[in-house]
């Protein structure tokens, strides 16, 4: 919801079908798959797809976002012209943990040692835009995802590390089986609106 990509696919989808009724529910990425075996679900996005050689369920990547670092402003590495590792290294880090994260959270810690730091982890936050409040009021740095650069809030400086590899990805998944073609539409929409956001990139 905070990317944008599922508001531009709904506003597209009620554009084309304006009787459709949509009912949206925050699950896990688990819970999302879940439901799409139950058939309570028609279409789920998640951080983690199904397996490849799932017999029921089907997945195409529709945000792929690479990360920018977030500081309080007036932090040293807000003005400064190059952030390096060892920049990095320095800072007490926000992390966003949720439930379904320790996956990403591994290769978060994972990408940064392959750059050359260690992050020292020592707030928590919920969701990206609680770690910005808090970075906000000065407890620490955070990466957040690149679509989410006009929602900082005041105090927050965000900087770009070309260097930084590591992105966080989106999927949209659905049954193989599609019993609803309303469902094959929206998938469409979510699926050729992502291509405008990987060419704007």
């Known amino acids: 919801m905070h990317s944008g990509v599922l508001p531009r696919a709904l506003k597209a989808l009620r554009g084309e079908r304006p009787a459709v009724h949509i009912a949206l529910y925050s699950y896990h990425s688990a819970a999302q798959l879940e439901g799409l075996r139950e058939r309570s679900l028609d279409v789920a996005l998640v951080s983690e797809p199904p397996a490849a050689d799932d017999t029921d ?76 409040g808090l970075v906000a009021a000065g407890l620490g740095v955070t990466m957040i995802q690149q679509s989410l650069r006009h929602q900082e809030p005041e105090g927050v400086v965000l900087r770009e590390l070309p260097w930084f590899g590591y992105r966080t990805p989106l999927w949209v998944a659905w049954h193989k089986v599609n019993l609803r073609p309303l469902v094959g539409i929206f998938r469409k929409i979510l699926t050729s609106a992502n291509s405008v956001a990987l060419s704007d990139e």
């Open 57 to 132: 369920l089907d997945s195409a990547l529709v945000l792929n976002d690479s990360m920018l670092l977030a500081v309080p402003e007036g932090h040293p590495l807000a003005g400064q012209r190059d952030v390096t590792a060892d920049d990095l290294a320095a800072q007490h880090w926000i992390d966003v943990a949720q439930k379904e994260s320790a996956l990403r959270h591994g290769t978060f810690v994972a990408v940064c040692a392959k750059a050359g730091f260690a992050p020292e982890i020592t707030v928590e936050a919920t969701e990206p835009l609680a770690a910005l």
